[in-house]
T-cell receptor
Framework: GESVGLHLPTLSVQEGDNSIINCAYS??????FIWYKQESGKGPQFIID?????DKRQGQRVTVLLNKTVKHLSLQIAATQPGDSAVYFC???????????FGQGTRLTINP | NAGVTQTPKFQVLKTGQSMTLQCAQD?????MSWYRQDPGMGLRLIHY???????DQGEVPNGYNVSRSTTEDFPLRLLSAAPSQTSVYFC????????????FGSGTRLTVV
């Protein structure tokens, strides 16, 4: 089955710096990739997604990069703010999967 | 527009008790699912439904039961609670399926003693 892993369980950055959170997946058939943000005591919130026909997608202050060759996904957050402190999850899916497979999450801490 | 509503937010059960976690969505989403979240293990799929009257098992279905009599509601039943079921439970829904992302509820924190 598919496995999804994050490279670092925790990440600490200075306010105003850029953050990069990484994710690796195992199933080459995976074709849908999504990032969620989870604040303490809340449910995961959608940040951005990307499909396998794209390498890069940008949102407001966030960019997702997909490298299908090495099965790697990253989330870049520009000019991090205190409100970006949260746990970030990547998840993947594929045609017919009927589920999202989640990584274990990276806790991002923003230092003032 | 409430999105996905889960009740209760917190619950403490004794071993062997049964209970139902409620989930309702008002977005007319066909696809609904239940996940549990445990420290260091991410979110794991318990059960899911692709529409009213249709349910199927996920990765960790043992000890849980679901039904989907309406599009809006997808309750999760714990038949005989065990300490291993202590977890945070999330209900999620999607208009077209997991390949279009989920909307999550705010979760139910369950403790079994």
């Amino acid at each position: 089955g598919e496995s999804v892993g994050l490279h670092l369980p925790t990440l600490s950055v200075q306010e105003g710096d850029n953050s990069i959170i990484n994710c690796a997946y195992s199933n080459s058939a995976s074709d849908y990739f999504i990032w969620y943000k989870q604040e303490s005591g809340k449910g995961p919130q959608f940040i951005i997604d990307i499909r396998s026909n794209m390498d890069k997608r940008q949102g407001q202050r966030v960019t997702v990069l997909l490298n299908k060759t090495v099965k790697h996904l990253s989330l870049q957050i520009a000019a991090t703010q205190p409100g970006d402190s949260a746990v970030y999850f990547c998840a993947v899916s594929w045609q017919g999967a009927q589920k999202l497979v989640f990584g274990q999450g990276t806790r991002l801490t923003i230092n003032p | 527009n409430a999105g996905v509503t889960q009740t209760p937010k917190f619950q403490v059960l004794k071993t062997g008790q049964s209970m139902t976690l409620q989930c309702a969505q008002d977005m007319n989403h066909e696809y609904m699912s239940w996940y549990r979240q445990d420290p260091g293990m991410g979110l794991r799929l318990i059960h899911y439904s692709v529409g009213a009257g249709i349910t199927d098992q996920g990765e960790v279905p043992n000890g849980y039961n679901v039904s989907r009599s309406t599009t809006e509601d997808f309750p999760l039943r714990l038949l005989s609670a065990a300490p291993s079921q202590t977890s945070v439970y999330f209900c999620a829904s999607s208009y077209r399926g997991p390949n279009y992302g989920y909307t999550f509820g705010s979760g139910t924190r369950l403790t079994v003693v």
